[in-house]
């Protein structure tokens, strides 16, 4: 639901909404009695918190700005890699030298820093970051192993608004995001890949990384 | 927000600043704090409202206000037009000045904080004329507790709307949304104390 005291505009309509339902509510207290109060209270109450619950804001669109970024014909190849725990996965890494062997290109990997709602809300994502960053070294550890010279970054927590970032400063040609399995992959609960189709014009692989199995494996 | 991994993980600073501190992209830690804080006075005024709602429904059962109490019923909802009126004063200020409008961002400052004081100024009048006390009866003791609570409210609230009035006057705020904040936070919690006041004055005095 809508918090309606987000801006003082908002928190203006409130008072209007509240005191037109306090009005009326008055008013059936006074011409019936304090039981037809309560039921136009529930009434009206509900109706306006379902109102409020339903009302959706207006999707905008940030522009493409990352299109002026694009790499031209001939150029170096720009990979952007967006991976949670995933990052240091064997099957994202094969993909990446998969890629970068077909032909030259400048990969750059983002760790969305995962935090808990509650740390979210309240700022608090130092912990979170650290994290990002512990698990990023690693996987840029790996792929140097692997004779890929690879950039990192920690991002935002939310992985599309991070992807966001990430193109507005870094015109990749192609994303590669990696997920968990489905079944117990939160971005693909939250449909993390079609909303990322939906937003960037880009090809966009997606790579499954199954942590357990390789660790059983290994 | 991004930051790039060869940055010092221990967040380090070389130019002699504090390191920036990491927040979330989307809200702003001011308006955050008034969040929590409006979050914790419904709290508040719901624990308020619960004393009141058990002495009258569990307690009391009878007609209420119990004989021979009786409350100002049209005092208080003159009381009511004039605080919802000044709640569209701080809404002509906080608009006045996201257009650069200076003269009327004061004017709806001092408008709105004339109009709070007048409501405090006669919720005193009501105090002195009611014929009763706090210590009488548990009707008494809810009616001052949550009334004398709003009206607590209203004086914090005047106190910013007179900070924000100072600060007005001397040519501070502008159009730019991070301009004119301290207009804006002070503007959110007068509509609250505005909502608490509707709810109040239904359920106190005309229900």
Same mark, same amino acid.
């Not at chain 1, 009005?23 to 409020?52: C, E, K, Q, S, T």
């Not at chain 2, 949550?146 to 924000?164: D, E, R, S």
């Given at each position: ?93 094969? /993909?990446?030298?998969? *890629? &970068?062997?077909? $032909? !030259? ?6 760790? +969305?820093?995962?935090? @808990? ?46 992807? /966001?970032?990430?193109? *507005? &400063?870094?015109? $990749? !040609? ?6 968990? +399995?489905?079944?117990? @992959? ?33 | ?207």
């Amino acid at each position: 639901m809508k918090n309606p005291f987000r801006t003082e505009a908002e928190a203006f309509q409130f008072v209007i909404v509240m005191g037109l339902l306090f009005g009326a509510v008055a008013l059936a207290g006074v011409l019936g009695d304090r039981w037809v109060a309560l039921g136009v209270f529930l009434a009206l109450g509900l109706g306006i918190a379902l109102g409020m619950y339903m009302k959706t804001e207006p999707k905008v669109r940030e522009p493409a700005v990352w299109d002026r970024h694009r790499a031209a014909p001939g150029e170096r190849k720009k990979i952007l890699v967006v991976a949670n725990e995933t990052v240091a996965g064997r099957a994202l890494r094969g /993909e990446i030298v998969h *890629r &970068t062997k077909e $032909a !030259d290109a400048d990969v750059l990997v983002v760790c +969305p820093a995962l935090n @808990s709602p509650l740390r979210y809300w309240a700022s608090d994502e130092d912990g979170a970051r650290a994290n990002a960053q512990e698990r990023l070294e690693r996987s840029l550890a790996a792929l140097a192993e692997e004779g890929v010279e690879a950039r990192g970054e920690v991002g935002d927590a939310d992985p599309l608004q991070a992807m /966001e970032d990430a193109l *507005r &400063t870094f015109g $990749a !040609d192609e994303i590669i995001i990696s997920t968990h +399995p489905p079944g117990r @992959s939160n971005w693909l609960e939250k449909e993390v890949i079609a909303h990322a189709r939906e937003r960037f014009d880009l090809p966009i692989t997606h790579v499954v990384v199954d942590l357990e199995q390789e660790r059983a494996e290994a | 927000m991004t930051s790039a991994a060869h940055a010092d993980p221990h967040g380090g600073h070389h130019d002699g600043h504090p390191p920036a501190a990491n927040r979330s992209s989307r809200v702003d830690a001011r308006l955050l704090g008034i969040y929590f804080f409006i979050a914790s006075e419904v709290m508040l005024f719901g624990s308020f409202f619960t004393a009141y709602f058990f002495a009258r429904v569990v307690v009391h059962k009878g007609h209420w206000p119990p004989e021979p109490f009786e409350l100002p019923v049209y005092l208080a909802l003159l009381n009511t037009i004039i605080l919802v009126t000044s709640s569209f004063s701080m809404h002509w200020a906080l608009q006045s000045i996201k257009r650069n409008n200076r003269s009327g961002l004061v004017a709806g400052l001092v408008l709105t904080f004339g109009l709070g004081l007048t409501f405090l100024l006669i919720q005193a009048t009501e105090y002195t004329r009611l014929g009763f006390a706090p210590s009488d009866t548990a009707f008494g003791s809810t009616f001052y507790g949550l009334t004398g609570l709003h009206g607590a409210h209203v004086f914090i609230g005047l106190n910013l709307l007179l900070y924000a009035l100072v600060r007005a006057a001397r040519g501070h705020y502008g159009p730019a949304p991070h301009d004119h904040l301290g207009v804006e936070l002070p503007g959110i919690y007068w509509h609250f104390v505005d909502v608490m006041w509707i709810v109040v004055y239904t359920t106190v005095y005309v229900l």
